[in-house]
């Protein structure tokens, strides 16, 4: 009977670490499908994940985090656009990192890029609502500047 209890906990505790997972998109023209279907904008995430220091340290300081999780389930739909050096990618996704990078003028890493896009006539129309990087301070400095992007106080 231990067995059947400790086995059903461990169940409902592995579905919860699930469910607090954030599906980060690399494919951006299904992540401008999902922010305009959910209506929220996209935080673009330009990163070289196995040699930016920088962004090793935004990572594990500020996107790891339970108190990111928390407001990126209800706010945003996460893209994630990596630039190796060690780590193979797909022609395609190298390809589209590529031409985001230039589209979005980014010239460092880590920028969180924050927009709303809408494809037209074949076309994508990306709409800018501002920009950051690594924030000193931890998650709750960084999400104090994502949320002023995001939920400008109108004046």
């Given at each position: ?94 390809n589209q990192n590529l031409e985001l990078q230039q589209a979005f003028g980014i010239q460092g890493f880590p920028t969180v890029f924050f927009t709303s896009a809408e494809s037209k006539d074949g076309r994508v129309n990306f709409k ?28």
């Amino acid at each position: 009977m231990k067995k059947i209890i400790l086995i059903a906990l461990f169940l409902i505790g592995a579905s919860n670490l699930q469910a607090q997972e954030l599906k980060w998109y690399t494919d951006v023209r299904e992540a401008i499908t999902v922010s305009n279907k959910e209506q929220k904008p996209m935080l673009m995430f330009f990163t070289g994940s196995d040699w930016c220091g920088w962004c090793i340290r935004l990572q594990n300081e500020v996107l790891k985090t339970e108190e990111f999780k928390k407001w990126a389930s209800t706010n945003v739909v996460l893209v994630e656009l990596d630039y190796p050096r060690a780590v193979p990618q797909t022609p395609e996704l190298k390809n589209q990192n590529l031409e985001l990078q230039q589209a979005f003028g980014i010239q460092g890493f880590p920028t969180v890029f924050f927009t709303s896009a809408e494809s037209k006539d074949g076309r994508v129309n990306f709409k800018g609502l501002g920009k950051t990087g690594y924030v000193a301070g931890g998650p709750s400095a960084w999400l104090t500047v994502a949320e002023g992007i995001v939920h400008p106080k109108k004046s």
